[in-house]
């Protein structure tokens, strides 16, 4: 008895822990539930699994014996947006799951990969910018655009990850992002760059906007986590709010008025 108890204590944990790295760097609830439970059934349990904004609640029980169970609750670990830490927190579930590797050996990779490198800040700066510059240029914006988009970027999400380095309040860290960008993508119609100014000042703060949240809160409406999805579109809905903000303190410092 004491073995199994043991068992399922170690099993409970690890999971739970497994569970809510997964939610915190913004994998939706149904993936979240299939990790853990063929991760579960590799070992002969069963897991009930409730998912919480903040929490994950799950108990294991032995899957011929339902009268011994172990529950636990761990907090999520906010981490940004991962698609890498998804895809390996994923492909370790199927590794459990063919038993090519057993809890013990799951939950150190588990910690390395929680705690391995991410991408340079420098280099993901270039990319970001990168990318909302061809965004820029998607819409139609022309070469002088792509490049007040680029630097308005580049801006932007420096602040961005100055601030969140720093700690600071993420409501704050867009709207101040968002302000900077505008000001910045507005060259255009100060100076009397280009001829797509107004795709320029549009696009630039493109990059702050909250896709995935969306995305992921339709993923748990339609799944049934009516919690987390209306906790997620409240978290992206403020966020474009801030952007919103920004966006218009832009307009109202650089005195522009666009129909």
């Not at 011994?68 to 981490?79: E, L, Q």
């Not at 799951?97 to 910690?111: D, H, L, P, S, T």
């Not at 709207?175 to 100076?191: D, E, H, M, N, W």
Request: aromatic share 8%; with cysteine.
């Amino acid at each position: 008895m004491s073995g199994t108890c043991e068992h399922l204590k170690e099993a409970g944990h690890f999971l739970s822990g497994y569970a809510a790295l997964l939610l915190g760097c913004g994998a939706t609830c149904i993936r979240i539930e299939k990790n853990v439970g063929r991760m579960a059934r590799s070992c002969g349990l069963t897991a009930d699994l409730v998912i919480l904004p903040a929490d994950i609640l799950l108990t294991v029980r032995r899957a011929d014996d339902s009268h011994i169970s172990y529950t636990c609750t761990t907090g999520v670990r906010k981490t940004s947006i991962s698609f890498f830490l998804n895809t390996e927190l994923s492909k370790l579930s199927w590794l459990v799951a063919e038993g090519k590797m057993n809890m013990r050996e799951a939950a150190e990779q588990v910690r390395g990969i929680g705690t391995g490198k991410v991408t340079d800040s420098r280099v993901m700066l270039f990319l970001v910018a990168a990318a909302n510059a061809s965004f820029c240029r998607l819409f139609g914006g022309d070469g002088v655009a792509m490049s007040i988009v680029f630097v308005a970027t580049l801006a932007g999400f420096l602040l961005k990850q100055c601030m969140l380095a720093d700690g600071a309040d993420v409501r704050l860290t867009t709207f101040l992002s968002a302000f900077f960008a505008a000001v910045a993508g507005s060259a255009g119609y100060v100076f009397g760059w280009g001829t797509t100014p107004e795709l320029a000042l549009g696009t630039s703060v493109l990059f702050l906007i909250p896709g995935i949240p969306y995305i992921n809160s339709m993923s748990d409406l339609l799944d049934g986590h009516y919690l987390c999805s209306f906790c997620r579109f409240m978290y992206a809905a403020v966020q474009t709010v801030c952007i919103s903000l920004g966006l218009c303190g832009a307009l109202l410092l650089m005195n522009l008025r666009i129909l």
